[in-house]
């Protein structure tokens, strides 16, 4: 099995920045794919961004030049640092882990950008 736990979201004026965290364990693969997802109220969950192990970044084109991804593979982070936030990037953020043996998601950490 495989446990996802994430941090550091909170309330953040717009403009401001914010660091999630997610970290892994269980039975982790060498070869994976980790990233955030989000899904705000009323909508359905979307794709942030996602890192694999050997490196490929993929964004959404909402969050292109504002957020970015990055991992510690030795220690089955991944990061996800948030600049310029929008009052649209408010959601509940969720860490997700894809690999051979399927997908798992984190528990989800709320993200709340005021005006």
């Known amino acids: 099995q495989v446990q996802l736990v994430e941090s550091g979201g909170g309330l953040v004026q717009a403009g401001g920045s914010l660091r999630l965290s997610c970290s892994a364990s269980?039975?982790?693969?060498?070869?994976?794919?980790m990233g955030w997802y989000r899904q705000a109220p009323g909508k359905q969950r979307e794709l942030v961004a996602t890192m694999t192990s050997g490196g490929s970044t993929n964004y959404a084109n909402s969050v292109k030049g504002r957020f970015t991804i990055s991992r510690d593979n030795a220690k089955n982070t991944v990061y996800l640092q948030m600049n310029s936030l929008k009052p649209e990037d408010t959601a509940v953020y969720y860490c997700?882990?894809?690999?051979?043996?399927?997908?798992?998601w984190g528990q989800g950490t709320q993200v709340t950008v005021s005006s």
């Open positions: 269980g039975s982790i693969g060498r070869i994976n794919e």
């Open positions: 997700r882990l894809a690999q051979v043996t399927g997908a798992y």
